[in-house]
């Protein structure tokens, strides 16, 4: 079937908040951005980490091999990464892991993905029985578990909001005949209302941008977090200052492209907005889960470390191997690109506080 807008569902008729219209662009069955094609690496839309260097997923393995020790290598330990994108992250896991044959045979892995279309990807990639992809947390019963997620958050949809007075207003889309974007705003929901000013990091803000679907996600890992013991540790870009505007951004083909033109891109671009890190915490301390303190992506690499495990790598290799290691880690590391943009945080439930790469 051919794509058209109105295959979407969204007409001159219908008003639809914004993280229901993002939800149809990035999960539509048919037409969807993440149901129809491979966003990650140089032919996508835009580069994950796991997707620049094996090197990032060599050190989160590390450090997930540091918190089994931490929890004093149980015989079941469990590991979900959340939005396993191409399944170039767990595919080092896996190698990695086999030299440690105690962690490796007390290891449970599961993918937890929504786009069956990713899903053929990742098990092309990856082939493994150890490997259990998975839409909710039934199958973990037992033993700690470490729930990761390398820009998983950014891809759950948001709300946005706005204060016009003391009253608080919903933003929505309208598309017309002409597929043209148009914004209108609604009065909040009471239950929205009464959330979001739950919560302090929120409070004096102009404009408000809610994960109200990705809290919804997170509610059922900590579930198992508060029953199991274990974490989740979340990267992606995101701030820890205010900023009271409108985050969200299309990217296509490795560019961001005007918002206001992403009615003639409709499920062709990926849509995405930053995190409000120190709301994550907030919430999570409200789920009683302790937090380490948040991190830049270059910090936490760094403290894992990440340049040492280069300066080894770099013995057996070519000048060519090298140089193109080290422009990789520029863009893992350098303060103008992910190193800085990037937020590291992670919530616990553990007697234990020492974690790796927070201090």
């Given at each position: ?28 069955r ?19 980490a ?23 290598k ?17 595919k ?6 086999k ?10 892995i ?6 069956d279309?990713?899903?053929?990807t ?6 493994n ?24 958050f950014d ?9 016009f ?16 974007l ?27 941008e ?8 997170l509610d ?18 995101g701030?820890l200052?205010?900023i009271?505007?409108s985050?969200l ?6 560019k ?8 003639k ?11 409000n ?5 907030e919430?999570?301390l409200k789920?009683?889960?302790k ?5 830049s992506?270059?910090?936490f690499?760094e ?40 937020k590291?945080i ?9 974690f790796?790469?927070?201090e």
């Amino acid at each position: 079937m051919k794509y058209k807008p109105e295959n979407f569902d969204l007409n001159s008729n219908k008003i639809i908040p914004v993280d229901e219209f993002i939800e149809k662009i990035l999960y539509h069955r048919e037409f969807g951005y993440y149901t129809k094609k491979n966003p990650f690496g140089k032919k996508g839309d835009f580069i994950t980490a796991p997707t620049i260097s094996n090197l990032f997923s060599e050190i989160i393995t590390i450090w997930i091999i540091s918190c089994w020790e931490k929890f004093g290598k149980p015989e079941s330990f469990n590991f979900v990464e959340l939005g396993p994108g191409d399944g170039s992250f767990t595919k080092v896991l896996i190698n990695t892991i086999k030299n440690f044959p105690e962690l490796n045979e007390s290891i449970n892995i599961f993918l937890y993905e929504k786009s069956d279309f990713l899903k053929k990807t990742q098990i092309s990639k990856i082939r493994n029985s150890k490997v259990k992809w998975i839409s909710n947390f039934k199958l973990i019963k037992k033993g700690p578990v470490i729930f990761f997620g390398n820009e998983f958050f950014d891809a759950v949809p948001i709300k946005q909001f706005t204060f016009f007075k003391k009253d608080l207003f919903e933003k929505y889309y309208i598309i017309n005949n002409k597929t043209r974007l148009y914004e209108t705003y609604r009065r909040a929901s009471i239950k929205d209302s009464t959330e979001i000013k739950s919560f302090k990091t929120l409070k004096n803000l102009k404009f408000i941008e809610y994960p109200k679907k990705g809290f919804y996600e997170l509610d059922k890992i900590i579930e198992k977090i508060s029953k199991l013991n274990g974490g989740i540790m979340l990267i992606d870009y995101g701030y820890l200052d205010i900023i009271n505007k409108s985050t969200l951004q299309a990217v296509m083909k490795n560019k961001k492209i005007n918002i206001k033109k992403l009615h003639k891109n409709l499920g062709k671009t990926d849509i995405t907005y930053l995190i409000n890190f120190n709301l994550l915490k907030e919430y999570f301390l409200k789920k009683k889960l302790k937090v380490k303190k948040i991190v830049s992506q270059k910090f936490f690499l760094e403290k894992m470390g990440i340049i040492q495990r280069a300066k080894i790598l770099e013995k057996n290799m070519t000048q060519k191997q090298k140089d193109y290691m080290f422009l990789t880690l520029m863009r893992l590391l350098h303060r103008d690109l992910m190193g800085s943009l990037f937020k590291v945080i992670f919530a616990f439930k553990s007697k234990k506080n020492n974690f790796l790469g927070f201090e």
